[in-house]
């Protein structure tokens, strides 16, 4: 058994249909992958359907599995109703939602505009609250369940500088995930959200780690390897894994949690003494005199 392997049992989510925004590329994709692999039809939607396709086409042939492709910009709440009239006109209803889609860049906050900002939270935040809404009601109004699992980020609650706008609308969107959590769990919709730490992807890596564009030091000073107790990033399959959990009936008494998935990075970024790391073993003898001795 390994952590890189497929954890649930073979058709763990045959005859569900879920929405996956931002399924055409990275994380969502991969989660996509995983959910056909165990019997969900999945419909990706992004901005571009040229990506979508190429994806859905990859995925059906890898997997077997039903995945359509829809354009839609998760900003614009009539092209949400419309996504999820097609998925529902396709599938027969939609039983879950991923609110993957993301935008997001590096940049001291002081040089973005006004509209940098409000395309960030606009992505983020309001994509998310318009698939939420739209799939909502039509769950209520059809008094059937539903999943929802928002993908955040650790610095949802503790902030970060140079992703200012990402880090608010992360932590709208954790807001969002609590309260509908408890609002909603009355109508059989559960709320759930993962904090991913570093996952390799072309659409984060190229935003927000540009190595080749930063001095070395620094570029040593934010990678992620560096930064993670676990001295690794993390695999797309292990991701996948705990999305289809929390996108499963497995988890049916799960609601209004947020996983932390980043090998313990934000905690030790977040502990006081967390960078005595570096200091080699053969000096902790002297260290340790030195303390005693202040001590006595
Ligand atoms: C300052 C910038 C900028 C930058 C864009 N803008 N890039 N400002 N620094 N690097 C400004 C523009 O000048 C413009 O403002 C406004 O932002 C909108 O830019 P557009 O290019 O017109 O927007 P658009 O084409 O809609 O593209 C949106 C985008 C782009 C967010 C800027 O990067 C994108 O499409 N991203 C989608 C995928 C993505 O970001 N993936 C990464 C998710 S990773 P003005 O005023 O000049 O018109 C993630 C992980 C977090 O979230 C945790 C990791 C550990
Ligand atoms: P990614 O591949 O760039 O994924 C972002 C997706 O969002 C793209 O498919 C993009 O497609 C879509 N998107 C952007 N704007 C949209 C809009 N207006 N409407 C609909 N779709 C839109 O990056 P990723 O790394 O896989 O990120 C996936 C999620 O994981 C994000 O929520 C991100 O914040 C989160 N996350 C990632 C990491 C990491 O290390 N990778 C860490 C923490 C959290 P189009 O361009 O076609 O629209």
Not at 54 to 74: N, R, Y
Not at 97 to 105: D, E, I, S, T
Not at 141 to 165: D, E, F, R
Not at 216 to 233: E, F, Y
Request: charged share 20%.
């Amino acid at each position: 058994m390994h952590y890189t392997q497929p954890m649930l049992k073979e058709n763990a989510l045959q005859g569900k249909t879920f929405i996956v925004t931002g399924g055409g590329t990275g994380l969502g994709k991969s989660m996509t992958r995983y959910f056909l692999q165990l019997g969900a039809n999945v419909v990706i939607s992004s901005r571009k359907l040229d990506v979508l396709e190429g994806t859905a086409k990859e995925l059906a042939e890898e997997t077997g599995g039903k995945v359509l492709p829809v354009a839609c910009d998760v900003r614009n709440y009539s092209e949400v109703e419309k996504m999820l009239a097609t998925t529902v006109e396709t599938f027969g209803s939609a039983d879950g939602l991923v609110n993957n889609a993301a935008g997001n860049f590096i940049s001291p906050t002081e040089r973005l505009s006004p509209k940098a900002f409000d395309v960030i939270v606009d992505i983020v935040l309001r994509g998310s609250y318009n698939c939420t809404l739209a799939l909502g009601k039509d769950w209520i109004a059809k008094k059937q369940p539903g999943t929802i699992l928002n993908i955040v980020t650790t610095y949802a609650w503790t902030g970060s500088g140079y992703v200012v706008p990402s880090a608010c609308a992360k932590a709208g969107v954790l807001a969002l995930t609590r309260s509908l959590a408890v609002e909603w769990a009355k109508y059989g919709i559960r709320s759930n959200a993962i904090a991913p730490g570093p996952f390799p992807t072309e659409g984060a890596w190229q935003r927000l780690f540009p190595k080749e564009a930063l001095p070395p030091a620094v570029a040593q000073k934010i990678d992620p390897i560096s930064r993670i107790p676990l001295k690794r990033t993390g695999e797309h399959q292990e991701l996948a894994n705990l999305a289809a959990y929390l996108m499963s009936d497995f988890s049916a008494f799960v609601n209004g949690e947020v996983v932390t998935i980043d090998g313990g990075e934000w905690l030790a970024g977040a502990g006081e003494f967390s960078g005595l790391d570096v200091v080699p073993d053969e000096m902790w003898n002297q260290i340790e005199k030195a303390v005693r001795g202040k001590a006595g």
